[in-house]
């Protein structure tokens, strides 16, 4: 008599079913971008774009256009360029008192130079302060805080999107650091002198529609090592307008 050893082969299932989440993982998150991509494009064209502005505009009224702000004081961050030197020129030109936060002084100057001769009001001042640093800000905030002024507007305008993954001395990821930790922490540390100018106070902090091309997501730091600096900018505004939302 031989001994036979039979064999039993394991049904498949398990190998099959580990394929298939495999498979399906990456493809529901690859049609999950696109659709959001897709919504982004379409919505955006239709709302963030210079048509959408001229769109929206037909809805301003020419006498708030007109309004003289000379009592106000605002705080405009990232003001040396783009859209923070438009509305820091724009607050100024209607009269308002300016304060500039930018990182760097020379480019500062520079703009802070053209508001003053563009607008005719010297009341618009320089801050230095770097936003992707607690550290600056805190000095900045407590230097700033000596001043006593109640703070009618505070723009949060500064925003990076750095596609290479760095990180601050501080530690923290570059983007996440400027957009939402940097954002977050001026607000705080201003607050008590915005709420000195309430109830006639506000902070507007300049999201993107870009945040619609992500969801809301815990890892704040983007420490997947697919790192994406576009994705960690959507995802950056949309923790900004999340905040937003959850403090009005
Ligand atoms: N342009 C658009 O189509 C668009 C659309 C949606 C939303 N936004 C948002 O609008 C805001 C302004 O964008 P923009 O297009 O005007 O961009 P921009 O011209 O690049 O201006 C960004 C400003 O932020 C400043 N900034 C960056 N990092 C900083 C830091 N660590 N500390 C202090 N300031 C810092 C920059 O200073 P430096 O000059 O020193 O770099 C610059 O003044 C951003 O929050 C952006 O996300 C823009």
Redesign the pocket.
């Known amino acids: 008599m031989t001994n036979q050893s039979i064999e039993i082969e394991e049904p498949p299932t398990l190998q099959i079913q580990l394929d298939i989440s495999i498979i399906i993982r990456p493809l529901t998150m690859f049609f999950l971008k696109t659709w959001r991509s897709t919504v982004f494009g379409v919505y955006g064209y239709l709302n963030?774009t210079k048509s959408g502005f001229i769109e929206h505009s037909k809805k301003f009224k020419p006498e708030d256009m007109l309004t003289r702000i000379n009592e106000k004081n605002c705080i405009v961050?990232?003001?040396?360029?783009?859209?923070?030197f438009a509305t820091a020129e724009g607050l100024a030109s209607r009269g308002a008192t300016v304060y500039m936060?930018?990182?760097?002084k020379e480019?500062g100057e520079a703009a802070l130079s053209k508001i003053r001769s563009t607008t005719g009001n010297q009341n618009v001042h320089l801050e230095v302060?770097?936003?992707?640093s607690v550290s600056d800000i805190k000095s900045f905030a407590s230097r700033f805080s000596s001043k006593d002024v109640p703070i009618h507007v505070l723009v949060n305008?500064?925003?990076?999107l750095e596609h290479k993954r760095v990180t601050t001395s501080e530690g923290f990821e570059s983007n996440f650091s400027?957009?939402v930790l940097?954002t977050y922490s001026i607000t705080e540390l201003m607050l008590p002198l915005v709420e000195k100018a309430a109830p006639d106070a506000r902070v507007i902090t300049?999201?993107?529609?870009?945040m619609y091309t992500a969801p809301l997501t815990t890892d704040l730091q983007y420490s997947d090592s697919n790192f994406n600096g576009v994705d960690q900018y959507a995802r950056n505004?949309r923790v900004q307008a999340f905040w937003k939302s959850s403090n009005k």
Not at 101 to 104: D, E, G, I, S
């Open positions: 963030f961050t990232g003001a040396n360029s783009g859209l923070g936060v930018c990182r760097n480019r302060c770097d936003l992707s305008n500064a925003g990076l400027v957009n940097g300049v999201s993107s529609g870009g505004k």
